[in-house]
């Protein structure tokens, strides 16, 4: 479901709620810590604005805010979040630039098909935080900060990393079951294209819902397949690796949108986010023990 008020007092909410009932609209009330907030279904959003905009006029209410603050303020939230995990990345390469280790831990953590095959799976995750060079590492950098962000603002500033996480190890599995041998893949481009596809996946679904939309739906994934071939293909870039976060990502956004209307409470987002750093943490000391 999608916000449609926000910050209401109870009576509020009660006239949102019996005009939207009178009108046949399903729609959801629930208290937050601003107040009252109300959704609907994404696509009776319109319908539903305009049921409540024409209600105010004959009634001579004052318009109410065409969108929550939060909304705004949440996105500038998440690229902040975003901008952090980018500098990680950052901080990350040049600690192994730093201390002429590059080459060893490419050795040791880097996602080598055979060594993933007999059982070091934890490469499938420390080869996110590995770069080749500088170019490498700043064409992730912007492309974690521009489609990271957008992932977070939708499904939440934990979960949301969560699935980003999950489709780039997910996808240098995949990658690495193709290969079985004599294959290395290195960086986090396998997130960023996992994330690209839990977009992809998120608004097809959105818009396979709305009525007279349904071929529309399409677009999200045909954007996104086009921007696979322009920025996830080239000389020395791993295609397959990409191709495989990109699919996994399409299904975990699908997923999310079609099982988890409303956005996740405040502790499952810290639940989620924990888990990130937790198998962050896990999978490098696996890999060093």
């Avoid at 080869?127 to 992932?151: E, P, Q, R, S, Y």
């Avoid at 975990?252 to 502790?267: C, D, H, M, S, T």
Wanted: hydrophobic fraction near 55%.
């Amino acid at each position: 479901m999608i916000q449609l008020f926000a910050n209401l007092s109870s009576e509020q909410a009660n006239i949102c709620s019996l005009v939207l009932s009178s009108a046949n609209i399903v729609h959801r009330v629930r208290k937050d810590k601003d107040g009252w907030a109300v959704w609907v279904e994404e696509h009776s959003y319109d319908v539903a604005y305009r049921t409540m905009m024409n209600y105010f006029n004959e009634n001579s209410q004052e318009r109410w805010p065409e969108a929550p603050e939060e909304a705004s303020k949440g996105y500038d939230n998440r690229f902040v979040e975003a901008l952090f995990a980018a500098v990680f990345l950052l901080v990350w390469h040049l600690a192994f630039d730093f201390s002429g280790a590059h080459e060893s831990v490419v050795r040791k953590f880097g996602a080598a098909a055979g060594d993933i095959m007999s059982g070091d799976v934890y490469r499938a995750t420390t080869a996110l935080m590995i770069h080749a060079d500088a170019a490498h590492l700043i064409g992730n950098m912007v492309g974690i900060v521009v489609f990271g962000t957008a992932v977070a603002a939708e499904t939440g500033w934990g979960f949301g990393w969560l699935m980003v996480l999950v489709s780039g190890i997910a996808g240098n599995l995949l990658n690495a079951v193709l290969h079985e041998t004599g294959h290395l893949s290195i960086g986090a481009s396998t997130a960023v294209f996992g994330a690209l596809g839990i977009l992809a996946g998120y608004q097809v679904i959105r818009r396979f819902r709305s009525k007279g939309k349904r071929f529309a739906a399409l677009a999200p994934l045909a954007c996104g397949l086009a921007l696979l071939g322009f920025i996830g293909s080239g000389e020395n870039v791993d295609i397959m690796a990409h191709l495989f976060g990109f699919i996994t990502g399409i299904g975990l956004g699908g997923i999310y949108a079609v099982f988890i209307r409303i956005p996740l409470n405040n502790f499952i987002q810290a639940g989620a986010l924990f888990l990130v750093i937790f198998i962050i943490f896990l999978s490098w000391v696996w890999g060093a023990a």
